[in-house]
């Protein structure tokens, strides 16, 4: 049974930085493609970030390209955002996902595309 489970939410102020965590249990990490989507209060889900397999190739959504990071840490089954320059528009549910389908950038940002996912922590960003 594959389980994530996102940690590192909470409060910040504009200007700010947060990581969040997400450790990958049940799933043979290695083969998973792995992404962060968001779900602003009453927006839909959009996605944010995703590395490839081998932690090489990573894709961004626009409005964080240059102030997020992605990675991947396989020793821990961990994949990690960090996220830098917080503005009140990153206040979001951010989950992440993962799928062992191979990482086109054409379709990582697809929430349909990914199979298992977290729970969600929560980042409010505000003064």
């Known amino acids: 049974q594959a389980q994530l489970v996102e940690s590192g939410g909470g409060l910040a102020q504009p200007g700010d930085s947060l990581r969040l965590s997400c450790v990958v249990s049940?799933?043979?990490?290695?083969?998973?493609?792995l992404a962060w989507f968001r779900q602003p209060p009453g927006k839909e889900r959009e996605f944010v970030a995703a590395?490839?397999?081998?932690?090489?190739?990573?894709s961004y959504g626009d409005s964080v390209k240059g102030r997020f990071t992605i990675s991947r840490e396989s020793g821990k089954n961990t994949v990690y955002l960090q996220m830098s320059a917080l503005k009140p528009e990153d206040t979001a549910v951010y989950y992440c996902?993962?799928?062992?389908?191979?990482?086109?950038?054409?379709?990582?940002?697809?929430?349909?595309?990914?199979?298992?996912w977290g729970q969600g922590t929560r980042v409010t960003v505000s003064s």
């Open positions: 590395i490839a397999q081998n932690g090489r190739i990573t």
């Open positions: 996902a993962a799928d062992s389908a191979a990482f086109f950038v054409r379709d990582v940002g697809d929430a349909n595309k990914y199979r298992s």
């Open positions: 049940g799933l043979t990490f290695t083969t998973q493609r």
